[in-house]
């Protein structure tokens, strides 16, 4: 990964992150490693677990940043939301994405909640 797309990606999980810490959100993690993958943010609402992915973009000629969101990565997500009850099991694990396109001042950000369901 060049580093102006790690930078590109960072910028856009801090703008994630602060998204939803204004609209009620707790934090409990950036980057959480597992042994499936990484979780760009977990957060907490209420009694809800939410694992956040974040995608980046710094234009929108190849779409959306949430149109990145691939079967497979679909897959390893509800693979991490499974994992994840486990540890929270009186809670409900949801699926959101962030989609953030850094062309616009300021950045644009799309929330998707429950994006990813089986």
Do not use: C, W
């Not at 042994?35 to 992915?53: H, T, W």
């Not at 390893?76 to 540890?87: C, D, H, M, R």
């Amino acid at each position: 990964m060049t580093f102006e797309r790690k930078s590109t990606g960072s910028y856009g999980e801090e703008l994630a992150a602060k998204h939803f810490k204004k609209n009620g959100y707790k934090i409990i993690a950036r980057n959480f490693k597992t042994k499936i993958g990484e979780i760009d943010i977990l957060a907490r609402q209420k009694k809800d677990i939410i694992i956040v992915e974040v995608k980046t973009k710094s234009g929108r000629e190849l779409g959306e940043g949430y149109e990145m969101v691939n079967y497979f990565k679909r897959r390893k997500l509800l693979q991490l939301a499974k994992l994840l009850q486990i540890e929270y099991p009186k809670s409900v694990i949801r699926i959101d994405i962030i989609s953030v396109d850094t062309s616009k001042e300021p950045p644009a950000i799309r929330h998707f909640e429950s994006a990813v369901e089986e």
